[in-house]
């Protein structure tokens, strides 16, 4: 589909861009004052009653830069899904209609084929790269050219069969960020035990606090990416899911309204 692939990468390039935006804005504003200012009040317990145990705060555990580094990978993953299911979603909704416009069970010959090719070709611009268009487009030349009925469904579902793998590799952006958002998780349990290894001699004289922080930034950052990759991986499944039913009920459409009712008639 020419045009569409620079259009997505530029709504990528807007997205990521716009997710860093957002993210870290909440974070400078909301998420580290709040976690400073809760942080303040728990010290303030603590040196006044020896005994008080610290108390976790949704801040506390969300403060670090790993977990802003994964939710600005997630508010990108969240955007590309909605753009790839909003365009499946429009294509679906192209099924409901018959942009032949022939009345039922009329039977198409060979001879019929240029007229249905204008007719597709008098659609909006917006639906003209959708998967139906192609294929019945590919499928009515196949027959204009060889009055085959079987070379017209084969030219239909290979059109299918490539689009299908054609969706199944666009989706690697997505893979890619639902792997790397662990993976940024367990770069800030290297650091957060790295630095709690450091403060070791402190510990030794009895002063934890430094070690305990270093682990909650270990064990937080690890905690929040594995969440977060869960409902991720949960919404890929489901775009996929999605893809897969458009190029499945494509070629039952085009199989039903088309190839069934294709026609060859003698050469004079």
């Not at 955007?79 to 099924?95: E, F, N, P, S, V």
């Not at 487009?137 to 290979?158: L, M, N």
């Not at 039952?252 to 050469?267: A, E, G, K, V």
């Amino acid at each position: 589909m020419p045009g569409q692939l620079p259009r997505e990468l530029l709504f990528q390039i807007f997205a990521l861009l716009i997710s860093f935006i957002l993210v870290h804005g909440a974070y400078v504003t909301v998420v580290r004052p709040g976690a400073e200012a809760y942080l303040a009040v728990e010290h303030e317990r603590m040196a006044r009653d020896p005994q008080y145990v610290q108390q976790q705060n949704f801040y506390i555990v969300v403060k670090d830069y790993e977990q802003e580094a994964c939710f600005i990978f997630l508010l990108w993953a969240a955007a590309i899904l909605g753009y790839k299911a909003t365009h499946a979603l429009r294509q679906r909704r192209m099924l409901k209609t018959d942009p032949l416009r022939l009345p039922p069970d009329l039977p198409i010959g060979p001879e019929d084929t240029r007229a249905l090719s204008r007719r597709l070709d008098r659609l909006p611009e917006s639906r003209q790269g959708f998967l139906l268009t192609r294929a019945l487009r590919t499928g009515i030349r196949r027959f204009a050219a060889t009055r085959d009925v079987q070379d017209a469904a084969t030219a239909i579902r290979e059109i299918c069969e490539s689009e299908g793998e054609r969706l199944e590799s666009e989706l690697s952006i997505i893979r890619y960020i639902a792997w790397a958002i662990p993976s940024v998780g367990f770069i800030g349990t290297v650091r957060g035990i790295g630095a709690a290894l450091s403060q070791a001699n402190r510990a030794v004289q009895g002063d934890i606090t430094g070690v305990t922080q270093s682990l909650g930034v270990a064990f937080n950052s690890t905690f929040i990416a594995l969440i977060i990759s869960i409902v991720l991986m949960f919404f890929i499944h489901q775009l996929q899911l999605i893809q897969e039913r458009l190029v499945l009920d494509t070629q039952s459409w085009c199989d039903t309204n088309l190839i069934s009712r294709l026609r060859t008639r003698p050469l004079p």
